[in-house]
């Protein structure tokens, strides 16, 4: 029993990932005074330890996000994340809610002929959530992420570097990029879709972790959908943990 | 005698068109300008989403006439150009058209009126052209 609490511990200290991508989308809303909130439900888990060799139980994470955005100028904006946990190991079922994450990203944008770009830095914190029967669930927490990005017509493109530092736990470095393409748009009815291909990277204390996979988002209108599928391509630390299986994300958006 | 009447056709159209108003040439594509309308040349429109922002501020503008293109404004992204479609009797501030369009995230480069019917003017932000 001890050593299931243990790899539990483990699992919740090393595999809470504190995605880069703002609500919505990087460049949405642009618009002064626009504001937007997005739904994203997230899963992973699998029955599998990261040196291969099978566990007795199956270990799953869901987690449902609720995601807003506030633009004050298309340079100035604020975002929450607030997470509801449901965590299954084996028999065992624990549902909780996260800490609230605000974020101030910050952007200088440069339009060219051709494409328009920003440059961003985005400080965040993670409050703890009082009524959590654990604390170590929800911790107090810093972090910043710096940031660019490029859109033309046809590709997309963002890289993101970011540092996540707890009151009690081990603090985290992230790197993201997206390489993606616009191939559809439809100036009439304001859709289209975005194939883009996902590199999340995070190393913490004795722990190395690096997800890879396609990105669709579709938009029709007001309303943007993400879904994302990563495979664990890294998966190694000094513990022995659960391999987060494949990351399932989809998220609906939307934006006014 | 049919091909005939078929050319006829196209003649009357094109000096029709010429009478009414002039084309200019925004990265490829044609664009007629009736005296009617102003065309505003913008960089940073790269998506269909970022266009329904744009649409979203230039509909705020007075004097639209809301029965053409959609509710008076058109955009093309590919291209990256609006057309703000104006009511015969009044004119749309154009000072204002530009600063919602920087308010939306995006930059005017050049505008194009035909104040007349008869002749396209250019002006680049910051100066003519």
């Known amino acids: 029993m001890a050593r299931v609490k243990t790899v539990l511990l483990i699992i919740l200290t090393q595999s809470s990932i504190i995605i880069a991508h703002q609500p919505i989308m990087d460049m949405a809303p642009r618009w002064n005074g626009g504001y937007g909130i997005q739904l994203r439900y997230e899963r992973f888990g699998s029955d599998k330890f990261i040196n291969g060799s099978n566990s007795l139980n199956r270990f799953l994470h869901e987690t449902m996000w609720l995601e807003g955005v506030f633009t004050w100028t298309r340079s100035k904006r604020i975002t929450f994340k607030l997470p509801f946990h449901q965590i299954k190991n084996g028999n065992e079922i624990d549902n909780y809610i996260g800490g609230l994450i605000l974020a101030l990203p910050l952007k200088k944008y440069r339009n060219f002929n051709q494409h328009t770009q920003n440059f961003g830095i985005t400080p965040q914190l993670q409050l703890p959530n009082i009524n959590s029967k654990i604390s170590d669930k929800s911790q107090f927490g810093g972090g910043l992420s710096v940031s660019y990005s490029s859109e033309s017509f046809l590709f997309y493109q963002l890289f993101d570097i970011y540092v996540w530092n707890y009151s009690d736990k081990d603090p985290l470095l992230g790197f993201d990029v997206n390489l993606g393409i616009h191939p559809y748009h439809n100036n009439s009815s304001n859709s289209g879709f975005f194939a883009i291909w996902d590199v999340t990277a995070k190393w913490t204390q004795g722990s190395t972790t690096i997800l890879s996979g396609p990105v669709l988002m579709p938009y029709y209108q007001n309303i943007m959908a993400r879904l994302e599928i990563k495979y664990p391509l890294i998966e190694n630390g000094e513990y022995s943990q659960f391999s987060r299986g494949l990351t399932i994300n989809a998220g609906i958006g939307f934006v006014f | ?129």
């Open chain 2, 1 to 129: 005698m049919k091909y005939n009447f078929i050319k006829k056709i196209l003649v009357i159209s094109f000096l029709f068109g010429f009478l009414i108003g002039q084309s200019i040439d925004l990265k490829g594509q044609k664009i007629d300008i009736s005296q009617n309308e102003v065309v505003l040349e913008i960089s940073g429109l790269v998506c269909s989403f970022c266009a329904m922002g744009l649409q979203n501020k230039l509909s705020k503008l007075d004097h639209l006439d809301k029965s053409k293109y959609n509710k008076g404004i058109f955009i093309d992204v590919k291209h990256q150009y609006a057309i703000i479609a104006e009511s015969e009797n009044e004119n749309i501030d154009i000072d204002e058209a530009v600063k919602l369009t920087t308010k939306a995230g995006y930059d005017v480069k050049i505008i194009y009126t035909n104040p007349d019917g008869d002749k396209i003017i250019a002006k680049k932000i910051g100066g003519e052209k």
